[in-house]
């Protein structure tokens, strides 16, 4: 099964601050076919299902707020909120869904300062 | 409008069975591969079981496999997991999701309780 670990476990920032969440594959998630990673992200607010933020590590689901980013390649990839907002506020999940099982890490809580 | 709603949850002692539905709206089920993932209280996300859009692929995490068995019903546009032998482990919200891009759509989740 590939791990999937984010890093840090919880952060918090100031409104208009960058927040920046890692997250590491226990290995790479790249498929070689298509050039795409098969990585997502996801927000989570309580009492309510994840919701997807980006597919392909970078591609922003439609809907999502452009200050919301992913990027990363191989077995490394980082979620930036450029400008945190309070609505932000949630626990954000990134998953691989190169292989079975899919996996997610562990999860991160973002909180504001 | 795409819409999951999930159905059956409840409280039922360990030992026992349950079955969650999933009801699809919006969108055909027969299209895409579909997934129930769960989320005990206060953790994080795990995936549970997948379904392919024929219904041949079928893929459960270690955790459930024997006891869990995921189905869809086609006609009726709905996916379905069958629980037995439930343990106090498998307390959890359990969503159901849509694969297209990853998970692009998920249910409000059912909550099961396995408890004496």
Not at chain 1, 56 to 85: H, K, M, N, Y
Not at chain 2, 57 to 79: H, M, P, Q
Not at chain 2, 88 to 106: E, F, G, H, K, P
Request: proline share 4%.
């Amino acid at each position: 099964d590939i791990v999937m670990t984010q890093s840090p476990d919880s952060l918090a920032v100031s409104l208009g601050e960058r927040a920046t969440i890692n997250c590491k594959s226990s290995q790479s998630v790249l498929y070689s076919s298509n050039n795409e990673h098969y990585l997502a992200w996801y927000q989570q607010k309580p009492g309510q299902p994840p919701k997807l933020l980006i597919y392909w590590a970078s591609i922003r689901e439609s809907g999502v707020p452009d200050r919301f980013s992913g990027s990363g390649s191989g077995t490394d990839f980082t979620l930036t909120i450029s400008s945190l907002q309070a609505e932000d506020v949630a626990v954000y999940y990134c998953q691989q869904y190169y292989s079975a099982p899919l996996t997610f890490g562990q999860g991160t809580r973002v909180e504001i300062k | 409008e795409v819409q999951l709603v999930e159905s059956g949850g409840g409280l039922v002692q360990p030992g026992g069975s349950l079955r969650l539905s999933c009801a699809a709206s919006g969108f055909t089920i027969s299209g895409h591969w579909m997934h129930w993932v769960r989320q005990a209280p206060g953790k994080g996300l795990v995936w549970v079981s997948r379904i392919s859009p024929d219904g041949s692929n079928i893929i459960y995490a270690d955790s459930v496999k024997g006891r869990f068995t995921i189905s869809r019903d086609d006609a009726k546009n709905t996916l379905s997991l069958q629980m037995n032998s439930l343990r106090a482990d498998d307390t959890a919200v359990y969503y159901c999701a849509r694969a297209y891009n990853s998970l692009d759509y998920w249910g409000q989740g059912a909550l099961v309780t396995v408890s004496s």
